[in-house]
């Protein structure tokens, strides 16, 4: 079936053993130097990272929902987000519907976890349901519903913990080697040193920079390919690039930063929390392909099929190599385009409605002769005429200020 | 024995792996193909289920379109009993629900005090989904067709497929006139 692209998945694979590769020799030179025995230094590696990928494995989305402050939400409370996740559902054929999650956030971003596509959830930012029309949410909502039917999340859960264990190896053992110093020496007199030792210490000490470098950049690919790849199945379950094309303008054009985001949950959103204007185009460190593009290419889709992605993918890119397997694109016949959605509604930016609300309420209190001091975390003091006190005291940041 | 004896048993018991591997599979792809079909007809009685409700609550307000109600009212009951006909006969009554509803949904857009209706707007929410849902399910149903398809009738899944009596699936073809058009369930 079109929703597994196995040959893509074989590439990411070969890439995810790479970085295990990473892994092995670094907890064996490791080992090799501060335990004189590889196999130890090696044990200790998979060790950690066993339990790493165990706690991904079964406590991944938890911590991920919980991370991001995400809450459940039920049919009734959210029946338009609730009904365009069942609309896509039935177009991707996943077996279940996933659980619904809302963040609430005025930034825009959304993102899906869970191991398999039985115990998925799906998060939206109540900024982007607010700003987007049904076309667009819907291709939003398919974006991060082929990431579950892929199993995308699965792949880069696995992807993020090996990184993980690398980095925290690498930063362990760099911390080792500068306060561990003196017991180090000792045991060199006692072992009698040699070339042979600094020839370790020296391959230790590489692979303590290199591995998390590589392996970063490895993760990276493999995650800004998964995104093409989710992008192309949004394009085929709504057989409307133009609504997912739409959603990304408009995230990127919304400056509110998600505040719940971090850089080890990065990768997970529909875009970048943490993406910076004008970001190169072959970004070798990003999680995400740069916007801009991804936008052009559903743009100049002529048909909504794996064949028309991929061609609009070579053509934006100017490059001939594709981003999905022939035998997909063979397979899967012509696909057309359907008409815009009826829906038109445009919902009022939040942020807008915010700044609205606090200009009025300021004249409020100005009518009645309130004084305010603006403090420099943002809060905008408020003192009622009968205020008789010298000083006053921010109750956000505590910094005194003279009235 | 001679080994060449075994080499001969070792290639046939392997065929007959792949022969079990590839008659699963079509057996999957089918019983995909049936699924997809029984979601549509979940959508569609959905939409029915939905119909008794939004004519309830439309019928207070629009007290001078009692043609337009009762011909959704009469599309709807047609469509009903229709529900286990020919898919020739369904689909076309289907289609003339869907044109009934989306007039009564265009009288609906003069009554402001209908648009303002909490009731209303959560029934309008819910038709413009099923209506989705209608067409999601369908796309669904020919994208599993195609797949299902394309196993009958290459090489090699195809020897299996007709020894054991599978025939290539139909598309939802979309007949009614009406039904062709994007169901217009708006009314923003």
């Known amino acids: 079936m079109w929703q597994q692209i196995r040959s893509n998945r074989n590439k990411s694979i070969a890439l995810v053993v790479i970085m295990g590769v990473l892994l092995i020799l670094l907890g064996y030179f490791l080992g090799l130097y501060f335990l ?26 938890s911590i991920l929902l919980s991370m991001s402050k995400a809450r459940k939400i039920a049919k009734e409370d959210y029946p338009r987000l609730h009904n365009v996740v069942e609309e896509m559902q039935i177009a991707s054929g996943l077996a279940k519907i996933p659980d619904v999650y809302i963040i609430d956030d005025p930034a825009m971003n959304a993102f899906a976890t869970g191991r398999d596509p039985t115990k998925a959830s799906i998060a939206v930012t109540s900024g982007l349901l607010q700003r987007l029309n049904r076309d667009e949410l819907q291709g939003v909502i398919g974006h991060e519903l082929s990431h579950v039917n892929n199993r995308d999340i699965l ?14 190896l690498s930063w362990h053992a760099s911390r080792f080697m500068f306060w561990g110093g003196m017991s180090r020496s000792r045991r060199d007199s ?37 995104e093409y790849l989710a992008d192309a199945c949004s394009a085929l379950y709504t057989r409307y690039p133009e609504g997912l094309a739409s959603a990304l303008e408009k995230i990127a054009a919304s400056a509110a930063p998600l505040k719940s ?31 801009s593009e991804r936008i052009r290419i559903l743009r100049s889709m002529a048909g909504a099929s794996y064949a028309d992605y991929n061609r609009a993918y070579q053509t934006v890119r100017k490059s001939r190599s594709s981003i999905i397997p022939a035998s997909e694109v063979a397979a899967a016949g012509t696909v057309s385009l359907r008409a815009a959605g009826t829906e038109t509604r445009e919902p009022e930016p939040v942020e807008e409605q915010i700044q609205r609300t606090r200009e009025t309420t300021d004249l409020m209190w100005q009518m009645n002769h309130y004084r305010t001091i603006d403090c420099d975390c943002g809060v905008r003091l408020k003192m009622p005429p009968s205020f008789r006190n010298v000083n006053v005291r921010c109750p956000h940041c505590g910094k005194i200020h003279a009235v | 024995m001679a080994p060449w004896i075994w080499i001969i048993i070792g290639i046939i018991v392997i065929i007959i792996f792949i022969f079990i591997g590839i008659y699963n599979g079509l057996v999957r792809s089918r019983n995909q193909v049936k699924n997809a079909w029984a979601q549509i007809d979940v959508q569609l009685k959905r939409r029915h289920d939905l119909i008794p409700n939004l004519v309830e609550t439309v019928k207070g307000y629009v007290k001078h379109e009692r043609e337009t109600l009762e011909a959704v009212t009469k599309a709807r009951n047609l469509a009903q009993q229709l529900s286990s006909a020919g898919a020739g006969e369904r689909s076309k009554a289907e289609g003339e629900l ?18 303002a209706n909490q009731n209303f707007l959560a029934l309008q929410e819910e038709l413009t989904s099923t209506e989705n ?34 025939k290539a699936g139909e598309f939802f073809e979309v007949t009614a006139a009406a039904e062709r058009e994007a169901p217009k369930v708006s009314f923003s």
């Open chain 1, 36 to 61: 004189d025995s590889g196999e130890a230094g090696l044990i200790l590696a998979l060790i950690v990272w066993v339990i790493m990928s165990l706690i991904a494995y079964f406590q991944g989305d």
């Open chain 1, 155 to 168: 792949l880069m859960a696995m992807c993020s913990v090996l990184l993980g264990t690398i980095v925290i």
């Open chain 1, 190 to 226: 006692s072992s009698g040193g040699g070339s042979a030792q600094i020839i370790i210490l020296i391959i230790a000490i590489v692979l303590m920079i290199l591995a998390p470098i590589f392996a970063q950049l490895i993760y990276l690919a493999i995650s800004r390919k998964r």
């Open chain 1, 261 to 291: 985001a971090n850089q080890a949950t990065a990768p997970m959103y529909i875009i970048n929390p943490f993406r910076k204007e004008g970001m190169a185009a072959s970004d070798l460190t990003s999680t995400h392909p740069p916007i």
């Open chain 2, 98 to 115: 869907s044109s009934a509803l989306s007039r009564l949904l265009a009288v609906a857009e003069s009554y402001p005090d209908l648009k």
């Open chain 2, 133 to 166: 849902k209608i067409s999601f399910s369908r796309q669904f149903y020919n994208d599993t067709v195609l797949n299902y398809n394309n196993k009958v009738q290459t090489f090699p899944s195809n020897i299996v497929a007709s020894m054991g009596g599978f």
